[in-house]
């Protein structure tokens, strides 16, 4: 079952930023949209309120005169819509009814039934149904004592358009032009809020179990800190760790060399006074023993004493070419032991800087075992070129190679290739990979054009020598 990956700080922190927005928007926009529908009514009321009082006004007389008045004779009734018109109240309608018989009533249709005897005074919405064309409309209406009559005025609520015309515009262009730009800035400033969670993750990629040093808190976010203190008592811990065991491996390499090399002395004094020849052989074979455990050995103190040159001291610029033909000058009995014929080409002033005993472990390592896998009268080329800012060192063999599935493997330590007819430590190829990490270089392994293997390690060029 596939686990589904969760989404990372970054991600949360954006989702709930703009989830916070939106529910903010909506929330004031609903507080918008009811306080715009309360000013529309309190305006709106105040026309309904001082067209119920111009309504009074101009039909006072008449009702104050007659007892009963035959509305359709209604005198004020031209003077009443001048004034409605000139006020810009053609759009209302309103009645009069006084002891439950109608006294007037505008042209429009009234929402409510002719002639109701009960009033309700104050403001109330009032729906029509189907047949009156359904519509909303907002009433006022107020007791005359002086004319002992009831002032009813109304008109078809307005308020969907309002709403649409002209608040939501005003909500909706803010966020149209908003909300991206506010997105950019949530973005930028989660982004730029997690830097130093970034800056603390690189810090903890660059720990490796030969570099392992405590991380700075300065400008760690105090909720962070408490990990930073975890995670620095871990790599002490595993610093330690990992400093006893190479403490252990330098201590015992070195204890066990005075012992062996006095055991091969034994032998070689024990081979010279026995006859027999089948004791002889034997002896030569435990000489033979004695010195792949002391190469086994020199190998550990050098794998100890590379780890442990994470921090280098006594770095200077070396020529390469130079370095490869002293190599060479040095192996020339081994080389010539097995009669290989090697080539060079080197090319001058190609400086490094590295650490010089590093350099020449990892190309005594090199060459010693490509003369060790080729054959008799086999053939080895050694290179060393520079291409822009690097220097490269490329040595083939025509030995058996190594196929492409073990190029990682055998970089591990004490990993040994079956069937290859030679002895080693399963050491060489890991010191060299630790000392070129040491110096930030590369190590590349391919197949030879003379049959072999080929080694190609890049290191940065130095300009001068110091």
Known sequence: ????????????????????????????????????????????????????????????????????????????????NSRVNSNSYSGLAFEIVRDGQLIIRSHSEFPFAAAQIARTPGFQFVRLDENNGAKMWRQYTRYDAETHSWLSVAETSKEGDFIVNRVLPLLLWPIVIMFPLTLFAIAFGVRHGLKPLSSLAKNVEKQTPNYLKSISTKDVPVEVEPLVGSINSLLQRLNSAFENERNFTAHAAHELRTPLASLKIEAQTLQRMVESEPAQRALQRIIIRMDSAAHMVSQLLTMSRVELGSELQGMRSLDMSEQARALVREMETLIQEKNINIKLDLVGECFVKVEPAMLKTLMTNLLDNAIKYSQEDGSINLSVRQDKGDVSLEINDSGAGIAEAEYEKVFEKFYRILGSGESGTGLGLSIVKRIVQIHNGQVFLGKSKLGGLQVRVIFKRSVSLM
Do not use: P
């Open 1 to 80: 079952m596939i686990k589904a990956r969760s989404l990372s700080i970054k991600r949360r922190m954006q989702v709930i930023a703009v989830a916070i927005l939106a529910l903010t928007w909506i929330v004031t926009s609903a507080l918008m949209l009811s306080v715009a529908t309360d000013i529309y009514y309190q305006f709106h009321d105040e026309d309904l309120e001082n067209f119920s009082q111009l309504l009074g006004d101009v039909t006072r007389d008449e009702l104050l005169k007659n007892n009963k008045i035959n509305h359709q004779a209604f005198s004020g009734v031209s003077l009443f």
